[in-house]
T-cell receptor, first 115, second 113 residues
Framework: NAGVTQTPKFRVLKTGQSMTLLCAQD?????MYWYRQDPGMGLRLIHY???????AKGEVPDGYNVSRLKKQNFLLGLESAAPSQTSVYFC??????????????FGAGSRLTVL | DAKTTQPNSMESNEEEPVHLPCNHS???????IHWYRQLPSQGPEYVIH???SNVNNRMASLAIAEDRKSSTLILHRATLRDAAVYYC??????????????FGSGTQLTVLP
């Protein structure tokens, strides 16, 4: 099983360029999430989605946009990249329901460097 | 939302048990205790979770204090592959945070051969 797949795995951008990170899951999960992780830090939630066509802001949403046009895909966009967005980005998904017992499955990460 | 406190780092010898502590003194009655770990250059992976009773699975055991203000993740025989950052997280069963996980800095576990 593929689980959660992120593309690309690595990307280098210049300041001001735009790009989109793609997250795909094959587990029919309802919920999807985008996190960023800076060196030596824990994960911080950027945006999340509770179903197809819905998105919501997390802890650090500024400078990012997301879309969930299909249930299996969750896209993270940077319209005008800044050096402060240099980070490792993780996508995750989880199934509907089960409240506090809900478990997340993470992708392998996408390393983004903005020069 | 309730926070957790973990030591920044711990060391263990290979094939010995490891007890990773977590304090969560402001835990609410509906908070589940989750543990994830992150191996080097990988995404976090689920380890175990519990609400009130101790839990066991093939990866680890979770011991929850009677007052639920602390918990301990137990790796019964540490291997070199268990070297990772371990995150203790509270997950609210209801409300806004029901669908999110908030990660702190975790505990960096070093396993010595």
């Amino acid at each position: 099983n593929a689980g959660v797949t992120q593309t690309p795995k690595f990307r280098v951008l210049k300041t001001g360029q735009s790009m989109t990170l793609l997250c795909a899951q094959d587990m029919n999960h309802e919920y999807m999430y985008w996190y960023r992780q800076d060196p030596g830090m824990g994960l911080r939630l950027i945006h999340y989605s509770v179903g197809e066509g819905t998105t919501a802001k997390g802890e650090v949403p500024d400078g990012y946009n997301v879309s969930r046009l299909k249930k299996q895909n969750f896209l993270l966009g940077l319209e005008s990249a800044a050096p402060s967005q240099t980070s490792v980005y993780f996508c995750a998904s989880s199934p509907l329901g089960t409240g506090g017992a809900n478990v997340l499955t993470f992708g392998a990460g996408s390393r983004l460097t903005v020069l | 939302d309730a926070k957790t406190t973990q030591p920044n780092s711990m060391e263990s010898n290979e094939e010995e048990p490891v007890h990773l502590p977590c304090n969560h003194s402001t835990i609410s009655g509906t908070d589940y205790i989750h543990w994830y770990r992150q191996l080097p250059s990988q995404g976090p992976e689920y380890v175990i979770h519990g609400l009130t009773s101790n839990v066991n699975n093939r990866m680890a055991s979770l011991a929850i204090a009677e007052d639920r203000k602390s918990s301990t993740l137990i790796l019964h025989r540490a291997t070199l592959r268990d070297a990772a950052v371990y995150y203790c997280i509270l997950r609210d069963a209801f409300g806004y945070y029901a669908r999110q996980l908030t990660f702190g800095s975790g505990t960096q576990l070093t396993v010595l051969p």
